[in-house]
């Protein structure tokens, strides 16, 4: 188990990985709604 010093450190990175996946899914959500309106032209 992480000792009371690596939480801090760990918090901040599953933090930034949280924010990754959400931008990420944003991404891919534009992309896709891209691709539908190039495919129903």
């Known amino acids: ?5 690596d939480m ?8 930034r990985v949280i924010a990754m996946l959400k931008w990420g899914a944003v991404a891919c959500g534009a992309i896709a709604l891209a691709v539908i309106l190039i495919i129903s032209r």
């Open 1 to 5: 188990m992480a000792g009371n010093g």
């Open 8 to 15: 801090k450190a760990h918090a901040q990175t599953y933090d």
